[in-house]
């Protein structure tokens, strides 16, 4: 199993990217996906979940700016990430496990590399 995750940069707030993590080897349409993040000296958050069935669900801090779609023919989940913050400035990960642990943030499956968002003030 494979989690390619892509799409970061460097942007100025108020700007936008999409992230995208295209997933191989396993049953795609059958997983719930998330998005993580995780910066220097802080544990791996929450961003964005959506089901396999296409309900999503949201930080708080990303309520409103952030949204998580999904193809099932392209086995890949996105992130679009719009009127971006300095503090959304991290490492993204995309992830699939089903939704409860993906909430918890536990024993999650599988995880992808890792791609690096960085806003500037």
């Known amino acids: 199993v494979q989690l390619q995750a892509s799409g970061g940069g460097l942007v100025q707030a108020g700007g936008f990217l999409r992230l995208s993590c295209v997933a191989t080897?396993?049953?795609?349409?059958?997983?719930?996906m998330g998005w993580f993040r995780q910066t220097p000296g802080k544990q791996r958050e929450l961003v964005a979940v959506?089901?396999?069935?296409?309900?999503?669900n949201y930080a708080d801090s990303v309520k409103g700016r952030f949204t998580i779609s999904r193809d099932n023919a392209k086995n890949t989940v996105y992130l679009q990430m719009n009127s971006l913050k300095p503090e959304d400035t991290a490492v993204y990960y995309c992830?699939?496990?089903?939704?409860?642990?993906?909430?918890?943030?536990?024993?999650?499956?599988?995880w992808g590399q890792g791609t690096l968002v960085t806003v500037s003030s």
């Open positions: 080897g396993l049953t795609f349409s059958s997983y719930d």
């Open positions: 959506i089901t396999s069935g296409g309900s999503t």
């Open positions: 992830a699939a496990d089903y939704w409860a642990n993906l909430v918890r943030g536990a024993s999650i499956g599988y």
